[in-house]
């Protein structure tokens, strides 16, 4: 049987839809939702505090746990879902830690955490899931548990209260349209295909603490010129340098960011990319080739040609 569990708070949603696309639509009045300036500005108050991913960092224990423990579950009950549903359940959870402190060494606590998230996430994009299929997950190995419904709901208070009641984040949802429309793609085909991927690079890398530290705008950028360098890699320059023409977009930031999502990915383009392990043209290295090429023709004021890209490439 499916269901959609309905809010028991009046203040976990509103008679308003929320898209993560569109997060300030009709809710702030003194923020247009279409001024994209607006994102930029608050995207700040809806991520956890620097000081979060720094005592992660610290702690080899609660990073395990964060991540085998509370998000392999989140994973597991929205694996049939749009990437959109997990990321905001983990944005949740990390936003609920920077609040309340460490994990909890129970098994069943760190279950009942990622349900509960999972089910806000899921409240507020307004997504019907079985609860067959969910008590079934959380009956998986040593640490399955049945939750009544009122558990479950009171830690959804509790996860609500350390969030100050603001569900409708910015993510780096938000800022995927603005980049897509900035690189002039027509061919909706190909722009729903760069979507997907950048989505999926996004949702990995949010397993992992060091994407943490950035900006949901960073983080959305950084994911677009990754899934750009695999898909259309004759065209990644020129998104590159619409990306750096944004007033609002830190490149040194940026950089770092992808960096990293590439050192995340790595085991996946490994297996891409298993029969030209003697190449020199790894991600990381094609990266840094166009960025160093990128800041130098910026200084001498020349474009590079298309030409020009293909012959690197081929070097």
């Known amino acids: 049987m499916a269901f959609l569990l309905a809010p028991h708070h009046h203040r976990t ?13 009709n809710f702030h009045d003194d923020l247009p939702w279409d001024s994209i300036p607006s994102l930029f500005l608050i995207e ?5 505090p620097p000081n979060y991913f ?15 423990d509370v998000i392999s579950l989140i994973s597991q009950l929205s ?6 549903l997990p990321y905001l359940a983990i944005s949740y959870l990390d936003r609920y830690l920077a609040n309340q402190g460490i994990l909890q060494p129970k098994p069943w606590a760190n279950r009942l955490l990622a349900m509960s998230c999972f089910s806000l996430a899921a ?4 997504t019907e899931f079985s609860a067959t299929d969910v008590q079934a997950v959380l009956n998986q190995g040593d640490g399955g548990a049945i939750f009544e419904k009122q558990t479950i709901q009171r830690m959804e208070a509790i996860v609500l209260g350390a969030l100050q009641w603001r569900t409708r984040s910015i993510t780096p949802f938000s800022f995927i349209p603005f980049f897509i429309d900035s690189f002039g793609l027509k061919d909706l085909a190909l722009i729903q295909v760069l979507k997907e991927r950048a989505s999926e690079i996004m949702l990995k890398s949010q397993r992992e603490i060091r994407v943490l530290e950035f900006k949901p705008s ?3 950028a950084s994911a677009l010129l990754s899934a750009s360098h695999e898909l259309f890699p004759f065209q990644y320059s020129s998104f590159l340098r619409v990306i750096s023409d944004c007033s609002y977009v830190n490149m040194a930031s940026m950089q770092q960011c992808y960096n990293a999502m590439q050192d995340i990915a790595s085991e996946e383009y490994q297996s891409v990319f298993n029969d030209s392990n003697s190449s020199s043209d790894t991600p990381i290295n094609v990266l840094d080739e166009h960025f160093l090429s990128f800041e130098s023709e910026k200084k001498n004021s020349a474009p590079t040609t298309l030409m020009q890209e293909k012959d690197l490439k081929r070097r």
Do not use: G, Q, W
């Not at 720094?54 to 085998?68: A, C, F, G, M, Q």
């Open 13 to 25: 949603t509103s008679s308003m839809e929320f898209a993560l696309e569109n997060p300030l639509e």
């Open 44 to 48: 700040s108050d809806h991520i956890p």
């Open 54 to 68: 720094h005592t992660l960092k610290e702690s080899d224990y609660d990073i395990s746990i964060r991540r085998v």
């Open 79 to 84: 694996c049939n879902f749009d990437p959109a």
């Open 123 to 126: 409240k507020m994009l307004k």
């Open 218 to 220: 960073i983080i959305a």
